[in-house]
């Protein structure tokens, strides 16, 4: 029941409930992006008839485009693996108890956190050999090896920063009550602080696999075989045809966003999951 | 200053650590104003995106529900691609729909150019972010204020521009200058379609004086030092503008 006064003591209730990405399902991505591809495409079929339309010759280098973005994958599953491996030594590096590792392993973070990825991409692929003397064995170092490690930097530093805020949020009375029961530093780490903060760290992490997923287009520019090159050697080999860039670039941007948002929707999850579990 | 740079000269001949855009004037300007290209895209871009933010996050308050779809739409897709296909998508895609305007030299050019399409596509990108950072900070000031101003009878928009502001700005400031730190980060991705800021102009000099090794090691001093500056003094910032008693 209510009221229709002229002071309204109590007002209504009305919770503001976050809304799903324009209310819709994760399945309707699917048709609203061909939509957004093809539509221009259509578009552009009815003035030139003569020649192939946009969307099928979108549609003839779709699977190379889409080996691309595999790669595109492959890149970012192996950056992130050496960059976590890395990282996560050179977190646990600056909460050492040794002033020299702490402060060496902080400055290295600060360092490569700073550094845009661009240019640290550049100078992995400018200032590594491209092949190595390995006991007399000629190693070759193809490009696409030199952007894993070109990536890995940045990803390093960040997942070493990951680590530390995880270590450094987890309340200091875990520590001491591991140090009262004699458990000895290593056994601390390993076995209470450690397995706490993975659930800290998760979400963080997850976040940067997809700031790292989308930096690996940036491999395009110093010249690694992955959909962003791909896609310019298509639109040269089709004659620079002006009407094909918007799909082409558009397909690219589609595939990034069908990847990448699953992904950030299930990081909001997560931090959602384990907000109250402290 | 001239002795300075002529001493990076004999540095060069004896030995063979070749910086010149030290000792070259023609280098020297050229990575000079590489390097205010570099600030003045960050300046625009900060601007353009802090407007995109605020109004992004008064859309998002709106009662009509497609509005503040739109507004959702637009954060995701700009969070969820990559900044440099946005960029091509921008300059390549949407930069040749548009008509071609008469230059001074009598032939034709694109209306925008590469520097101008960079603004627009980083300023969206960071635009996206800001949105969902002040979202964030105007739901962080307590209802209670706001109904205690009302109480003392500000106008809706005294209360906006006088305690909700304010207060949000201050909550917000961490994130925003993290947003902005990236944003300086994001800005060498404007070397991909030939802006001349450092990373590009730095690549013009290896190019002419084949020291990549030197170039790089500069580019990485010089992004970590600009970066750290701008780090510290946020920082200095932040802690100038802390609630007290208000946060951690």
């Keep these: ?278 | 200053m001239e002795y300075i740079f002529d001493w990076f000269r004999v540095l060069y001949q004896e030995t063979g650590i070749n910086l010149p855009f030290l000792y070259d004037e023609y280098d020297r300007n050229r990575m000079v104003e590489g390097f205010f290209t570099t600030i003045w895209l960050s300046l625009v871009c900060l601007f353009f995106s802090a407007i995109i933010g605020i109004i992004g996050a008064w859309l998002q308050g709106s009662s009509f529900k497609w509005t503040r779809r739109i507004v959702n739409g637009y954060i995701q897709i700009f969070r969820n691609t990559p900044p440099l296909v946005q960029l091509y998508f921008f300059y390549f895609a949407i930069g040749t729909l548009l008509p071609r305007v008469d230059n001074d030299w009598g032939g034709q050019s694109p209306i925008l150019g590469s520097f101008a399409w960079a603004a627009i596509s980083l300023s969206f990108f960071a635009g996206a972010f800001n949105v969902e950072i002040f979202r964030s900070g105007i739901e962080a000031v307590p209802k209670s204020t706001v109904e205690a101003a009302e109480a003392l009878g500000f106008s809706k928009l005294q209360i906006y521009r006088d305690i909700t502001l304010p207060l949000a700005f201050r909550v917000v400031l961490p994130a925003l200058n993290n947003n902005l730190v990236n944003l300086v980060k994001t800005t060498t991705l404007a070397y991909a379609i030939a802006v001349p800021e450092m990373l590009y102009e730095a690549n013009q000099i290896w190019s002419d004086n084949v020291n990549v090794t030197e170039m790089m090691v500069f580019l990485l001093f010089a992004y970590f030092l600009l970066v750290g500056i701008l780090v510290g003094a946020m920082n200095r910032w932040e802690r100038a503008m802390k609630i007290p008693g208000y946060g951690g």
């Design chain 1, 1 to 278: 029941m209510s009221y229709k006064t002229d002071l309204p003591v109590m007002l209504q209730a009305n919770p503001h409930a976050p809304e799903p990405f324009l209310g819709l399902k994760l399945w309707h991505i699917l048709p609203i992006g061909l939509i957004a591809i093809f539509g221009p495409g259509l578009a552009f079929a009815q003035s030139t008839n003569e020649a192939q339309s946009p969307l099928s010759v979108l549609l003839d280098w779709a699977p190379l485009l889409l080996k691309g973005f595999a790669f595109n994958l492959i890149i970012s599953f192996c950056a992130m693996a050496l960059g976590t491996i890395i990282g996560g030594i050179l977190g646990l590096g600056q909460i050492s108890l040794l002033a020299v590792t702490r402060h060496s392993s902080w400055f290295v973070t600060q360092f490569f956190r700073n550094a845009p990825w661009l240019v640290l991409l550049f100078f992995a692929m400018f200032l590594l050999p491209f092949e190595m003397n390995v006991f007399g064995f000629k190693v070759p170092f193809p490009d696409w090896l030199k952007a894993i490690l070109g990536l890995s930097l940045p990803v390093m530093a960040n997942v070493s920063e990951i680590v530390r805020g995880a270590v450094r949020s987890l309340p200091s009375g875990q520590w001491e009550a591991a140090e009262s029961l004699a458990y000895t530093r290593l056994q601390t780490l390993w076995l209470i602080i450690l397995p706490q903060c993975i659930k800290r760290m998760l979400p963080p992490w997850m976040n940067l696999y997809s700031i790292l997923t989308m930096a690996t287009v940036l491999a395009s520019i110093v010249g690694v075989n992955e959909v962003m090159t791909l896609t310019g050697q298509a639109l040269a080999s089709e004659g620079g045809r002006p009407e094909l860039l918007a799909p082409f670039y558009g397909f690219i941007l589609l595939l990034f966003f069908i990847y990448c948002y699953p992904i950030a929707r299930f990081t909001v999850w997560l931090e959602k999951k384990y907000a109250f579990i402290t």
